[in-house]
C-alpha cells in the first residue's frame, strides 16, 4: 500500500511540479488547500490510477487546524484506498469543492461543513444536512460547548408545575428574570432528580 | 469441522449450485408464462396455496406463524438479554455488588447510579447504599454485565415493564426493586449460574489452600 | 435524465413528501415540486433522527461504541458491528482467530439475507400490495432473527462482536439450525418469485422507471446492490476480500439496465449467493477459540483500551452498500474522531437525478429500492 | 326437474319467505288501515330493510376482509372481539363514534362535511334495483340497468367534494385521480353491459335475470364466449369503480397517504368507507345479476344463490388486494382506454356474431377472434409485456 501511494506521490510530483505535497501516515498532505481540485482531477482521469469512486469525506478537528480528508478509490481497477489530506486553519475555512469532479461529494461535503463548519466554495447547495438551518456552531469541532444539561428552560419549569413536581421559589424567580432578559437558560436544574 | 447429515454426498460446487439458482429467471422462452396475465395469475395461486395451508400445516411449513401474545408465548432463550437486574445470595441483605461502580463508568448511557453504604462511623462499607438504574435510559446492551468482576449484575429476561410513569415508582428502578435471589438467576440463565459457582467454588477452594497454616517440618 | 420545462409557477403544486409519511421508511422528507403527477424537482431534507452518533462515539471507549453501531442500520447489526469491529482491529492490529472469522461471515451474510427480504417486502409495500409479500419475507426473517436472538442475546440489537472475535461461540444446534434455514431458503425465494418475478403489474411499475446509468453511479459515490444493478461490478467482499470472504466461491450477480426492477432482482439474485456462501461456510467451520485471547482483559476493563496514536478506515460490504468507519485514535480510551461512512446517506445523492420526469408513484418506489435505514442517514 | 311435490313445496316456501313475510304484514295492515297507508307501509318496510342491509353488510365485508387477507398472509386476522372476532365491526362501530370529528381550519367546512353524506347516498339508492332474490327487488324498474349506470356515477362528486373540500394537496391529487378513474373505467364497463341487454333484450334487472334460466336454471350468460369476456371486463371494471387494489390510486396510502379522505375522522371517515364497500357489495351483486345468472339456481332457494355468487366475488376482490401492487396512474388510464375498451367493442360484435350462427362455431369463431385481439392489443400495448432480462453473474 505505501508503495502504492510513494507512486503517486512520484507520478503527482513530476507532473504536477508546482504542488507541494506532503507523505502523512501512508496518505498525501495537499499543502496548499487551493491545489486540491488539480491534483484531484489528475488522479482521476490518469489512465494508470483512475481514482473514479470517492468514496468518503470528512474532517477532524486537530486543535491547531481542521483537516479534511478524502478516501478515493479505482473501480475500474480494483485499487486504493489513497488517502488525500488538505488542512485549513479554523478562521479561514474554505477548502475548493469537489462537486464538479465527484457528484458524491454533494451530501458528504454537506455534513462536514455542517459539523465542522468547513467551507467547501463552489457547492451549489451548502446547507446544513442534519442540524436545523438556525443552529449556531459546529458540534463535532473539540471546542464546541455542549448545552448545560443541567439547566432548565422556563418552558420546562412549566411543564414540571404543570405536572405537579414541585420547584423552588428562588428557582422560578431567576426564570422570570431570565425570561425577561430574553435569554434561553433560566435555572438549575432542582437538587436531586431521581428521588 | 462440523459435517450435516446430507442428503447429497459431496458438497461439490456442483451438487448444490442448482439449488441456488433462480429458476424463475432461467425459465426457457417458450414457456407458457408468455401469455400477458400469466404472472398475475401464478401470484394469486401463490396466496391462494398460503391462504388454504394456513388452516392445516405447522407454522414452519407455511401455516399460521404469529404467536398469539398473552396466552402463548415464545420459548425463553438463555442468552436473551432485556434489562439488568442484581443478584443477592440467600437473603436480600447479602448483595453481590461490592459498589466498586465499574459499570455505572462504563454504562455506555450512563444509566446506572450508585453510592457506597457508610457504617455509623463513617468507613465505607462494601456495598452499595443507593443502586438505581433508569430503565427508560437502559438501552439493553449488556456491557454492565461483561464488565462486572463480582458477577452481581446480569441482563433478566422480564420485559413487561410498561410504566405509565417514567419518574417516581415508574421507570426509575431502585435497588430493592432489582434485587432478585441467585436461584432466579440460576432458573433464568442455568449454563451461565452454574458457570459462576464453578468459578467461585474454585476460587474459595483456592483461597482454602492458601490460608491453610504452613505446616511445621516433619521430624 | 428527463429534462422538464419550466412552467409558470402557478401551475406547479409544491408537496412535501414527510417526515410524516408511511413511505419515506422513517422519518425522512421529499420536497417535491408537481406538475400534475410529474416531478419537476425534488429535494431531500434530512436530520429528523440525527442524535449526533459520531459526538457520542467520541465521548465513550472503542467498546461501548460497538452496542451504538447497532442502531445505525437497525436492520442489520450484524454488519454494522463487523465494520466497527474491522476497523478497530486494523486500528490496534489484532488477530482474529479463524472460527471466529468463519463465524463473522455466517452472521453477516445472515443479516444480508434479512435485510433483502425485508427491503424486498417493503417495497412491494410501497408498490401497494396490502402486506402481503412483507409478511412472507417476516416469516422467514423471524427464523434468522431467532438464530441471532440464541447467539447474541437480542433480536435486532445483536452487540455481538467484539474486537478480536466475538462475544459468544456458536453450538451445535445453532449451526445446525443455520443449515436447516439455508436449506429452506430456496423454497421460499422460489415462492417469493412466484408471487412477484413475473407480476405483469410489477414489472410493468418497475421496469424502466428510475434508471440510474453506470457512469453517473459510479460519479455519485454509489455501492451495494443499487450500484450492481447498473452493471457495474464492484463488490468489496471481492475487492478488498476482508475477513476470509477470498476462501469462498461466490458471484456477483449484476444488472442490464440499472432501474428499479434490476435493483429487486440484484438482490434475489444476491441472497442466492449469500447461501451458498453459508453453505460453504458452514461445511468448513473449523474448531477453535472465538475469541482473541489477547482481546480478553478488555473486554473486563473496556477503559484500559488505548489503541496506539494513528488513523484507519475499516470498510465492508454491507447489505445497503459500503459501511465505512473512519477512527482517529490518539492514544485515549475515547476515539479522537469517529466517523462513519453511511451507505445509505450517500446512495440518497442520485435521489433527485433519477426522480425528474417520474409520476409521484414512482419517487416512492425509487426511494423504496434504495434501500435506506434513517437511523443510518441521520445517525 | 321431478322433484317430489312435497319437496318443491318447501322449496318454495323457503324462496320466497321473506316475500311472503312482507305480504302477510301487509296483509294484516290493509285489514285495519286505508289502503293508501298500505302502500306506504310497502315503501317502509322495503326502505328498513335495505337500510338496515347496506350498513350490516358494510361492517360485516370489513371483518370478512380483515380475516381472508391474515389468512393469505399466514396469521389470523381479528380474533379478539368476540368469538372468531364476530364483534370486531360492532368495537369499531363504537370507536368510530367516539372519536373527535376533526375539520381541518382552512377547509371549505359546507363541502367537507357534506361529501361523506353525499357518498353513502347513491350507494344506498343503487340497492334498489339489486335483485336479491325471486319476486325482491325492491324497485322493478323497466330500465333499472340504466338506473344503477347513472346512480353509481354519481359517486365521483361527493369524493370530489371531499377531496376539494379538505385543502389538502394530498387530498387534491386523490381526488383527480378519482375523477379521472372512474369517468374513465365507466366507459368500458357501460360497454361490457351492452351484449347482456342486446341478449335479454332488457334494461330491467328482473328480465335480465329470468332469460338467464334455462335448464336446471344454469342458462347462465358466463357460458357464453361474449358472456365469459363480458363478465371479467365488467368485473376488473367494477374493482376500479369501486377503488379496490390494484386499482385503489385514489386512496394509495403509500403514495398519497389515503388521498380523499385524507382529512376525515371519525364517523365522516366511516361513512366513506361504509359507501366503499357497499359499492363493492352491489357492483359484485349486479355483476352475479347480469352474467352469473343472478338468483338463479337448482335447488337451493334463491336469495342463497343470489348471496352465495356475491360473495364469491367479492372474495375474489379480497383476493386481489392480497395479492397485487398497485397500478401507476398512466398505466391505469392505458389500461382502461387502451386495452378494455377496444376488447368490450370486440365483445359486442362477437355478441351479434354468436347470436346468428350456431353455438358450437360460434366458441370457435370468438375464441380465434379473442385470442388474436388480445394478443394485438397486448403488443401494441408494449411497455406491458415484462422484459426478459438477463443478469450475469460476474466473479
Not at chain 3, 10 to 39: A, C, W, Y
Not at chain 4, 273 to 288: H, K, Q, V
Not at chain 4, 310 to 335: E, K, N
Amino acid at each position: 500500500m505505501t508503495s502504492f501511494i510513494e507512486e503517486i506521490r512520484k507520478e503527482l510530483s513530476e507532473r504536477l511540479p508546482n504542488i507541494k505535497l506532503r507523505l502523512v501516515r501512508a496518505s498525501i498532505l495537499i499543502e496548499n488547500p487551493k491545489d486540491l481540485t488539480q491534483v484531484v482531477f489528475y488522479l482521476k482521469e490518469n489512465p494508470r490510477f483512475l481514482l473514479d469512486y470517492l468514496s468518503s469525506i470528512t474532517a477532524v478537528d486537530y486543535l491547531d487546524y481542521l483537516e479534511s480528508v478524502y478516501h478515493l478509490y479505482s473501480m475500474e481497477k480494483k485499487q486504493g484506498p489513497v488517502v488525500l489530506r488538505v488542512r485549513v486553519s479554523k478562521t479561514d475555512t474554505t477548502i475548493p469543492s469537489l462537486i464538479p469532479i465527484y457528484h458524491g461529494a454533494e451530501l458528504q461535503e454537506r455534513e462536514a461543513y455542517d459539523t465542522f463548519g468547513i467551507i467547501y466554495e463552489g457547492h451549489p447547495n451548502l446547507k446544513r444536512l442534519f442540524m436545523w438551518d438556525g443552529f449556531e456552531g459546529y458540534p463535532l469541532r473539540k471546542d464546541y460547548e455542549q448545552e448545560d444539561s443541567e439547566i432548565l428552560e422556563t418552558a420546562d419549569i412549566e411543564w414540571l408545575e404543570s405536572k405537579g413536581i414541585g420547584i423552588t421559589n428562588e428557582v422560578k424567580e431567576k426564570a422570570k428574570q431570565m425570561k425577561m432578559e430574553n435569554k434561553r437558560a433560566a435555572a438549575q436544574k432542582p437538587e436531586k432528580p431521581r428521588n | 469441522m462440523t459435517n450435516f447429515p446430507s442428503k447429497r454426498k459431496s458438497s461439490g460446487i456442483k451438487q448444490w449450485d442448482h439449488v441456488y439458482t433462480s429458476s424463475v429467471q432461467n425459465a426457457p422462452s417458450h414457456h407458457w408464462l408468455k401469455i400477458f396475465g400469466a404472472g398475475a395469475l401464478k401470484g394469486m395461486v401463490v396466496t391462494l396455496k398460503n391462504f388454504v395451508t394456513s388452516y392445516f400445516r405447522k407454522p414452519d411449513q407455511g401455516g399460521i406463524f404469529t404467536v398469539q401474545y398473552p396466552e402463548e408465548r415464545y420459548p425463553e432463550i438463555e442468552n436473551y438479554r432485556n434489562l439488568p437486574f442484581l443478584v443477592y445470595d440467600g437473603s436480600p441483605d447479602k448483595v453481590r455488588c461490592v459498589a466498586c461502580g465499574i459499570c455505572e463508568r462504563e454504562c455506555p448511557p450512563k444509566c446506572i447510579y450508585i453510592t457506597m453504604e457508610t457504617d455509623v462511623a463513617g468507613k465505607p462499607v462494601r456495598k452499595p447504599a443507593v443502586f438505581d438504574i433508569d430503565y427508560a435510559v437502559c438501552m439493553n446492551c449488556g456491557i454492565c454485565e461483561e464488565v462486572c468482576p463480582f458477577d452481581s449484575i446480569f441482563m433478566d429476561h422480564v420485559f413487561e415493564i410498561a410504566s405509565p410513569r417514567r419518574i417516581d415508582t415508574g421507570m426509575i428502578r431502585h435497588q430493592e426493586d432489582l434485587l432478585k435471589s441467585s436461584e432466579y438467576l440460576q432458573k433464568i440463565r442455568p449454563k451461565t449460574a452454574t458457570m459462576i459457582d464453578e468459578k467461585k467454588r474454585a476460587a474459595e477452594e483456592k483461597k482454602k489452600a492458601v490460608v491453610k497454616p504452613p505446616q511445621g517440618p516433619t521430624v | 435524465m428527463t429534462q422538464v420545462e419550466n412552467r409558470h409557477p402557478s401551475e406547479t403544486l409544491e408537496i412535501n413528501f414527510g417526515p410524516q409519511h408511511p413511505s419515506t421508511h422513517g422519518v425522512f422528507r421529499m420536497q417535491m415540486l408537481l406538475d400534475g403527477e410529474k416531478i419537476c424537482s425534488l429535494k431531500p431534507v434530512l436530520g429528523y433522527l440525527h442524535r449526533n452518533h459520531e459526538q457520542i462515539a467520541e465521548n465513550i471507549t472503542y467498546a461501548a461504541s460497538m452496542a451504538y453501531t447497532d442502531r445505525l442500520d437497525y436492520l442489520n447489526a450484524m454488519t454494522n458491528n463487523f465494520a466497527y469491529a474491522i476497523a478497530v482491529e486494523k486500528l490496534a492490529g489484532i488477530e482474529v482467530p479463524e472460527r471466529a472469522e468463519y463465524i463473522r461471515v455466517i452472521m453477516a451474510e445472515l443479516a444480508r439475507l434479512v435485510n433483502h427480504i425485508t427491503v424486498i417486502g417493503f417495497l412491494l409495500n410501497d408498490m401497494g400490495a396490502f402486506f402481503t409479500p412483507l409478511l412472507y419475507a417476516f416469516r422467514e426473517r423471524e427464523k434468522i432473527l431467532d438464530i441471532f436472538e440464541e447467539v447474541s442475546g437480542s433480536r435486532m440489537m445483536c452487540n455481538y462482536f467484539r474486537f478480536g472475535g466475538v462475544k459468544r461461540d456458536l453450538t451445535t444446534e445453532n449451526l445446525t439450525a443455520i443449515m436447516q434455514i439455508v436449506r429452506r431458503f430456496p423454497a421460499f425465494l422460489e415462492e417469493f418469485e412466484a408471487l412477484l418475478t413475473k407480476n405483469e403489474i410489477l414489472c410493468m411499475r418497475c421496469q424502466n422507471v428510475g434508471i440510474l446509468p453506470a457512469n453517473l453511479a459510479v460519479n455519485s459515490s454509489i455501492t451495494g446492490p443499487v450500484l450492481r444493478a447498473s452493471g457495474v461490478n464492484y463488490d468489496i467482499r471481492k475487492v478488498d476480500g476482508y475477513s476470509i470472504y477470498k476462501r469462498f466461491d461466490f458471484r456477483i450477480p449484476l444488472g442490464e439496465k440499472g432501474d428499479v426492477y434490476d435493483r429487486y432482482f440484484v438482490r434475489i439474485l444476491e441472497m442466492r449467493e449469500s447461501l451458498k456462501i453459508l453453505y460453504q461456510a458452514l461445511n468448513k467451520i473449523p474448531q477453535g477459540e472465538f475469541l482473541n485471547k489477547k482481546t480478553l482483559p478488555f473486554l473486563k476493563m473496556p477503559r484500559n483500551f488505548k489503541p496506539a496514536v494513528g488513523e484507519a478506515y475499516g470498510r465492508i460490504e454491507s447489505p445497503k452498500g459500503e459501511l465505512g468507519f473512519y477512527l482517529v485514535s490518539d492514544g485515549t480510551p475515547q476515539p479522537w474522531r469517529y466517523h462513519v461512512r453511511a451507505p445509505s446517506l450517500i446512495n440518497l445523492t442520485v435521489l433527485e437525478d433519477i426522480c425528474i420526469g417520474q409520476k409521484v408513484a414512482d419517487a416512492i418506489i425509487i426511494l423504496g429500492s434504495i434501500d435506506i435505514v434513517l437511523g443510518e442517514t441521520d445517525r | 326437474m321431478n322433484m317430489p311435490p312435497l319437496l318443491r313445496d318447501i322449496e318454495f316456501a323457503v324462496d320466497l319467505s321473506f316475500v311472503n313475510a312482507k305480504g302477510w304484514i301487509l296483509d294484516l295492515l290493509s285489514h285495519i288501515v286505508p289502503d293508501w297507508v298500505v302502500v306506504f307501509a310497502s315503501i317502509v318496510i322495503s326502505g328498513v330493510a335495505i337500510l338496515v342491509l347496506g350498513p350490516v353488510i358494510m361492517m360485516y365485508l370489513t371483518l370478512l376482509e380483515r380475516k381472508l387477507i391474515g389468512r393469505i398472509q399466514n396469521r389470523y386476522g381479528p380474533n379478539r372481539v368476540g368469538i372468531w372476532g364476530l364483534l370486531q365491526p360492532i368495537a369499531d362501530g363504537i370507536k368510530m363514534f367516539t372519536k373527535e370529528d376533526i375539520v381541518p381550519v382552512y377547509a371549505d367546512k359546507v363541502i367537507h362535511c357534506l361529501a361523506p353524506i353525499v357518498i353513502v347516498i347513491p350507494a344506498l339508492m343503487v340497492f334498489l334495483v339489486v335483485p336479491f332474490g325471486e319476486r325482491m327487488t325492491a324497485v322493478n324498474l323497466n330500465i333499472g340497468l340504466l338506473y344503477f349506470i347513472a346512480v353509481s356515477s354519481i359517486t365521483t362528486i361527493p369524493i370530489f367534494m371531499g377531496s376539494w373540500g379538505s385543502r389538502n394537496k394530498y387530498s387534491l391529487l386523490g381526488g383527480m385521480r378519482t375523477a379521472a378513474q372512474m369517468i374513465s373505467y365507466e366507459v368500458p364497463m357501460t360497454l361490457s353491459v351492452v351484449p347482456v341487454i342486446m341478449m335479454s333484450q332488457s334494461l330491467s334487472t328482473n328480465k335480465i335475470v329470468l332469460s338467464q334460466s334455462g335448464s336446471y336454471d344454469m342458462n347462465w350468460f358466463i357460458f357464453t364466449p361474449w358472456g365469459i369476456v363480458g363478465f371479467i371486463i365488467f368485473f376488473l371494471c367494477a374493482v376500479a369503480e369501486c377503488n379496490r387494489p390494484p386499482f385503489d390510486l385514489p386512496e394509495a396510502e403509500s403514495e398519497i397517504i389515503a388521498g380523499f379522505h385524507t382529512e376525515y375522522s371519525g364517523m365522516k371517515f366511516a361513512l366513506f368507507y361504509m359507501a366503499e364497500y357497499m359499492n363493492a357489495f352491489t357492483l359484485c351483486g349486479i355483476a352475479a345479476t347480469l352474467f352469473l345468472g343472478g338468483w338463479q339456481g337448482p335447488f337451493l332457494p334463491s336469495w342463497i344463490w343470489f348471496l352465495g355468487k356475491t360473495f364469491v366475488l367479492i372474495c375474489v376482490m379480497i383476493w386481489f388486494r392480497g395479492t397485487f401492487p398497485r397500478f401507476r396512474v398512466d398505466q391505469l388510464m392505458g389500461f382502461a382506454w387502451k386495452f378494455l375498451l377496444p376488447l368490450t367493442l370486440i365483445n359486442i360484435l362477437v355478441a351479434g356474431l354468436c347470436h346468428f350462427i350456431s353455438e358450437k362455431t360460434g366458441w370457435i369463431y370468438s375464441f380465434i377472434i379473442f385470442s388474436i385481439s388480445f394478443w394485438v392489443l397486448v403488443r401494441l400495448n408494449r411497455p406491458w409485456m415484462p422484459e426478459k432480462r438477463h443478469y450475469p453473474l460476474a466473479n
